[in-house]
Every structure is written in structure tokens, then in C-alpha cells.
């Protein structure tokens, strides 16, 4: 089974700052998607940035960025110019491909962007 | 419509009573999940119905107890639940239909269940 790991409870940056929040999962596997979502106070969860295993070139999705890294199974998110609105805690998932696979999160990290 | 829409978005029942959450979605979306979460944790995945077909059960308790009507509803039924049962339920959706499945799940706001 796969596992997705977040060391960073929590993290904090200023605003217009750049933060990366690290993630690392565990997979025997060659096909998957590996997301970012990020779930503010209003509790629902939003899609930040997704990306496809079989891909080498890193997703980007304006402010947000990823750097894969698979042969280390590493999925870090870089957010830069921090906006107050991007504080949430936010999670790594992980998923196979497939139409009904199970989506696994990480324990997630909570960001809060300060003035 | 992108959006996942979920009722009722808070529900307090008592232990011996009978209730339902309910999830709909109109964007074609092929696969349907309960997901339940607790307070700082991460989601848990209940169940997954893919094509109207219980695909996947997380070994989830008797007590709740998921339906599929059709493949734009889905509910989840709720009767002699513990207080431990409190939590945010999250209903998501997947896989567009015509076309390929990107993985994406969309997520509706949740249901806050209160069991006392």
C-alpha cells in the first residue's frame, strides 16, 4: 500500500515570501497522479496543483510549483509570493491511475502567511 | 458546474437515530467517495462507488451505510452512531465521462455530524 509522508506540521511565512512545504510517498507502482490540496478554515478541499508520475517536466499553476522528484519519491510545493489567502493546511495525496482509485493523503502541513 | 454539492452542511443526531447525508454532482463524474475527517487529521476514505457499484469499503462500521441511486447522487445513511463518529463527512467525485480520467477528485464542502 502507499504511504504519503509530510514531516512539517506546521510552517509559517511572510507575505510575499516563498515557502516550500516537502512531501514523500512510498510506491511500488509506476502509474500515478500526485496532488496538492489545500483545505482552508471554510473546510473545503481545493485542487492546487496536480501531476502525472509519467511526466518529467514539473507542474506549475501560477504562484504554486511543484519539483517531482521520482526516483526519490519526493513532490515538494513551492508557493511563491505568499498571499494571506493561501494560509491552510495543506495536503499531499497520492493516487493510481484509474477511474475509481483510492485518493491517500499525507497527515498534512498548516501554513499560515503573516504580515 | 464544477461543484459537489453537499446536504445538510451540519447535523446533530442522537445515538439511536436515523439520518442521512446526501451528495450530488452534474459534471458526469464516473466515480463517487465518502471520505470522513477529524479535527487536524488528514481525510479517511470511507467508500468508493464507481458506474453506481460499490468499488471500494475501508472496512467501514455497519452503522453507516452508503447508496448510490444514480450516478449523480450518492448518500450516506447513519443510524446508532457513537459520539466518536463526530467529524466533517467529505463527498468527492472523479473521472470524467466522455474522456479520460485525469485523478482529480473534486470535493463538496462537508457535512459537520454532531453524534451526542
Known amino acids: 500500500a502507499q504511504t504519503v509522508t509530510q514531516s512539517q506540521p506546521e510552517m509559517s511565512v511572510q507575505e510575499a515570501e516563498t515557502v516550500t512545504l516537502s512531501c514523500t510517498y512510498d510506491t511500488s507502482e509506476n502509474n500515478y497522479y500526485l496532488f496538492w490540496y489545500k483545505q482552508p478554515p471554510s473546510r473545503q478541499m481545493i485542487l492546487v496543483i496536480r501531476q502525472e508520475a509519467y511526466k518529467q517536466q514539473n507542474a506549475t499553476e501560477n504562484r504554486f510549483s511543484v519539483n517531482f522528484q521520482k526516483a526519490a519519491k519526493s513532490f515538494s510545493l513551492k508557493i511563491s509570493d505568499s498571499q494571506l489567502g493561501d494560509t491552510a493546511m495543506y495536503f499531499c495525496a497520492f493516487m493510481y491511475t484509474g477511474t475509481a482509485s483510492k485518493l491517500t493523503f499525507g497527515t498534512g502541513t498548516r501554513l499560515q502567511v503573516t504580515l | 458546474d464544477t461543484e459537489v454539492t453537499q446536504t445538510p452542511k451540519h447535523l446533530v443526531m442522537g445515538m439511536t437515530n436515523k439520518k442521512s447525508l446526501k451528495c450530488e454532482q452534474h459534471?458526469?463524474?464516473?466515480?463517487m467517495y465518502w471520505y470522513k475527517q477529524k479535527a487536524k487529521k488528514p481525510p479517511e476514505l470511507m467508500f468508493v462507488?464507481?458506474?453506481?457499484?460499490?468499488?471500494i469499503n475501508e472496512s467501514v462500521p455497519s452503522r453507516f451505510s452508503p447508496e448510490c441511486p444514480n450516478s449523480s447522487l450518492l448518500n450516506l445513511h447513519l443510524h446508532a452512531l457513537q459520539p466518536e463518529d463526530s467529524a466533517l463527512y467529505l463527498c468527492?467525485?472523479?473521472?470524467?465521462?466522455?474522456?479520460?480520467?485525469?485523478?482529480?477528485?473534486?470535493f463538496g464542502e462537508g457535512s459537520r455530524l454532531t453524534v451526542l
Open positions: 468527492a467525485s472523479s473521472g470524467r465521462s466522455p474522456g479520460p480520467a485525469t485523478g482529480e477528485l473534486f
Open positions: 462507488y464507481s458506474y453506481e457499484k460499490l468499488s
Open positions: 459534471m458526469g463524474h464516473r466515480a
